[in-house]
């Protein structure tokens, strides 16, 4: 399958189209965007696009970023079912679908879904086409083609929602960017993305404000943090429900940001959120730690961790890096273990192949403090602060990333040691996103590109010189990674 634009080729690029942001949508939250059109448009010819990072895979649940319905028997979907994509047609009580056979499994990549559907063309195949990253899709588990002629539900007078099924449920765990519905055409993904001409397998947004977009249609730019359900095409505003201006974000499929790694769960078990930005330990075990979806390998990045405590009276967190995933085979080791995994213990320790160092330059930190990451690739060093102060001016030596078996270091969090029966907290990530659980940073700060949104600056003076760090994204990396 062919990728989406990555930030490298993008900064290459002179021209290049950007998406400067995107919706996350939080399952829990019941997050949509919703509108009942006043008059129906073509119930037979349409069009659904949109670039979507998936945050959660659940092979057993149905996870919808669009659907349109009148009733239990004249409805639309289209997402994931289980980890699979789907698109369902029930008119008059009389169900088709098409379900691939291809699964989408990772956090960390941005998709661009379509699907095109003309009902009155005579060859059954022709009236639901899907395309992922420009790409159509012929591989089916379930392949059902709507009766000829049929009026769907959508560009009818009922509701119609993105981020759920349209009836209230199946809400959708993901961000989601450039979100079009076209009411007429039975569109190919050209008319919203590209392959790149110099890396023929790179596919890329385009401009999508020139298309007809009909009666109904709407384009969804989420530029609008106040109006998240704007309508870019100048069509009425769809009605935001359970969505702030926090969750508008950077994270783009022009400018991929860093999250946490739901895949990277199987000691821990923790439960991820808000765009897998906050985990939550529920004290299932002493030693425990979560990592990210990119592991740099040069450059200096910084992130920012906010600890709240759930149940948990101690200090026994660990923030920091590490060169490996947490297995979870055998007995699960905290971070810091290992001798290339660097933890700040919320004792006031660093710790780091099973000891702890440098007691006497750091401080404890506990419920509703802050720590930042500052991760400087290109000299092996790592600085903490805590609520915007450094810790240690000299930082602490690492190994250096050429020494390294998968060359780099995820960033990572969790517990160290303490009553397993009593532990249980939530750590929240901004790596650049500007919300610790959808409640905004107070001061805004981004880095020197002006990417993210931080409560500190990134930028340290430390071993003797100023040093600039960068928001972990893709625009960042090609630059310095």
Same mark, same amino acid.
């Given at each position: 399958?062919?990728?989406?634009?990555?930030?490298?080729?993008?900064?290459?690029?002179?021209?290049?189209?950007?998406?400067?942001? #995107?919706?996350?949508?939080?399952?829990?939250?019941?997050?949509?965007?919703?509108?009942?059109?006043?008059?129906?448009?073509?119930?037979?010819?349409?069009?659904?696009?949109?670039?979507?990072?998936?945050?959660?895979?659940?092979?057993?649940?149905?996870?919808?970023?669009?659907? &349109?319905?009148?009733?239990?028997?004249?409805?639309?979907?289209?997402?994931?079912?289980?980890?699979?994509?789907?698109?369902?047609?029930?008119? #008059?009580?009389?169900?088709?679908?098409?379900?691939?056979?291809?699964?989408?499994?990772?956090?960390?990549?941005?998709?661009?879904?379509?699907?095109?559907?003309?009902?009155?063309?005579?060859?059954?195949?022709?009236?639901?086409?899907?395309?992922?990253?420009?790409?159509?899709? &012929? %591989?089916?588990?379930?392949?059902?083609?709507?009766?000829?002629?049929?009026?769907?539900?959508?560009?009818?007078?009922?509701?119609?929602?993105?981020?759920?099924?349209?009836?209230?449920?199946?809400?959708?765990?993901?961000?989601?960017?450039?979100?079009?519905?076209?009411?007429? %055409?039975?569109?190919?993904?050209?008319?919203?993305?590209?392959?790149?001409?110099? %890396?023929?397998?790179?596919?890329?947004?385009?401009?999508?404000?020139?298309?007809?977009? =009909?009666?109904?249609?709407?384009?969804?730019?989420?530029?609008?943090?106040?109006?998240?359900?704007?309508?870019?095409?100048?069509?009425?505003?769809?009605?935001?429900?359970?969505?702030?201006?926090?969750?508008?974000?950077?994270? &783009?499929?022009?400018?991929?940001?860093?999250?946490?790694?739901?895949?990277?769960?199987?000691?821990?078990?923790?439960?991820?959120?808000?765009?897998?930005?906050?985990?939550?330990?529920?004290?299932?075990?002493?030693?425990?730690?979560?990592?990210?979806?990119?592991?740099?390998?040069?450059?200096?990045?910084?992130?920012?961790?906010?600890?709240?405590?759930?149940?948990?009276?101690?200090?026994?967190?660990?923030?920091?890096?590490?060169?490996?995933?947490?297995?979870?085979?055998?007995?699960?080791?905290?971070?810091?273990?290992?001798?290339?995994?660097?933890?700040?213990? =919320?004792?006031?320790?660093?710790?780091?192949?099973?000891?702890?160092?440098?007691?006497?330059?750091?401080?404890?930190?506990?419920?509703?403090?802050?720590?930042?990451?500052?991760?400087?690739?290109?000299?092996?060093?790592?600085?903490?602060?805590?609520?915007?102060?450094?810790?240690? &001016?000299?930082?602490? #030596?690492?190994?250096?990333?050429?020494?390294?078996?998968?060359?780099?270091?995820?960033?990572?969090?969790?517990?160290?040691?303490?009553?397993?029966?009593?532990?249980?907290?939530?750590?929240?990530?901004?790596?650049?996103?500007?919300?610790?659980?959808?409640?905004?940073?107070?001061?805004?700060?981004?880095?020197?590109?002006?990417?993210?949104?931080?409560?500190?600056?990134?930028?340290?003076?430390?071993?003797?010189?100023?040093?600039?760090?960068?928001?972990?994204?893709?625009?960042?990396?090609?630059?310095?990674?």
């Amino acid at each position: 399958m062919p990728l989406i634009l990555p930030g490298n080729v993008a900064s290459a690029l002179g021209g290049a189209y950007e998406v400067a942001n #995107s919706c996350r949508f939080n399952d829990d939250d019941s997050a949509k965007l919703a509108i009942t059109p006043g008059s129906a448009g073509n119930r037979r010819t349409w069009t659904i696009s949109a670039w979507v990072k998936k945050t959660r895979n659940d092979g057993a649940n149905l996870l919808c970023f669009f659907g &349109s319905r009148v009733d239990g028997i004249d409805n639309v979907h289209f997402g994931f079912n289980g980890d699979q994509l789907e698109l369902k047609i029930e008119i #008059s009580d009389t169900v088709t679908r098409l379900k691939t056979n291809r699964k989408f499994l990772d956090p960390s990549a941005w998709y661009h879904i379509v699907a095109a559907v003309d009902t009155e063309q005579s060859t059954a195949s022709n009236r639901v086409k899907f395309y992922v990253n420009g790409v159509q899709e &012929s %591989s089916f588990a379930t392949e059902q083609y709507p009766a000829e002629d049929g009026d769907t539900s959508t560009n009818n007078t009922c509701a119609h929602t993105i981020g759920d099924s349209g009836a209230g449920s199946h809400h959708i765990d993901a961000y989601l960017a450039e979100v079009c519905l076209i009411d007429g %055409s039975q569109l190919a993904p050209t008319s919203f993305g590209e392959f790149d001409e110099d %890396s023929p397998t790179i596919w890329k947004p385009i401009d999508v404000s020139g298309l007809t977009f =009909g009666t109904n249609g709407f384009y969804l730019d989420f530029e609008a943090s106040g109006t998240l359900g704007n309508d870019a095409n100048g069509g009425t505003d769809l009605t935001a429900t359970n969505l702030t201006a926090t969750d508008q974000c950077q994270d &783009s499929p022009t400018n991929n940001f860093c999250t946490m790694n739901p895949l990277d769960n199987l000691s821990n078990d923790a439960t991820f959120s808000q765009g897998n930005t906050v985990t939550y330990t529920d004290g299932g075990s002493e030693y425990s730690f979560n990592t990210s979806t990119f592991y740099p390998s040069k450059g200096k990045w910084y992130f920012e961790v906010k600890v709240v405590a759930g149940n948990n009276s101690g200090n026994s967190y660990v923030i920091g890096i590490s060169d490996e995933v947490n297995f979870g085979s055998g007995s699960a080791q905290e971070l810091g273990h290992e001798a290339t995994q660097y933890a700040y213990y =919320g004792l006031g320790h660093i710790r780091t192949g099973n000891a702890n160092t440098e007691t006497s330059d750091y401080n404890t930190y506990t419920d509703g403090d802050i720590v930042g990451v500052h991760l400087d690739l290109d000299n092996s060093k790592l600085y903490f602060s805590k609520n915007g102060t450094l810790e240690n &001016s000299t930082g602490v #030596s690492i190994t250096a990333t050429s020494s390294l078996d998968n060359g780099g270091y995820f960033l990572a969090s969790g517990y160290f040691d303490g009553d397993a029966s009593s532990n249980a907290a939530y750590f929240y990530h901004n790596f650049g996103n500007g919300d610790y659980n959808a409640t905004a940073v107070s001061s805004s700060v981004a880095d020197d590109n002006g990417y993210g949104l931080f409560e500190y600056s990134p930028n340290i003076t430390g071993d003797g010189s100023a040093k600039k760090f960068y928001a972990l994204c893709t625009k960042n990396l090609a630059e310095f990674g």
